[in-house]
């Protein structure tokens, strides 16, 4: 399942993200950990827009629902990103990525 509006927008699925970033049997260490960033900020995102709809809109961009919704999406991706790159995300990459390098996947 995609989501809404990526395609629209000229960005990969989440799925495909993932599947070129998944590390195989004896991959580079530095691949795994950027597999483990990517999979944590597309959960991430995914978190922020499933709360986003537990809330009132405010109007703040706007009230028409294709132009909120692009730039929700545009806020969430942006938001996510700069934690990723900060190492400030949920900590879940940290954890992936020793799970899988524990299974011999490095």
Known sequence: MSSPGLSSLGL???QEIV???????????GRTAEAAKQFE????????RLMR??????G????DGNTQSTYEYLLDQAVTTNAMNAGKGL???QKLAAAWA?????
């Open 12 to 14: 990969p699925a989440p």
């Open 19 to 29: 599947a070129q970033a998944l590390p195989g049997p004896g991959a580079n260490p």
């Open 41 to 48: 900020g597309m959960l991430m995102e995914n978190l922020f």
């Open 53 to 58: 709809k537990t809330v009132e809109p405010s």
């Open 60 to 63: 703040l961009f706007g009230n």
């Open 91 to 93: 900590g879940l990459s």
């Open 102 to 106: 524990s299974k011999g996947l490095k």
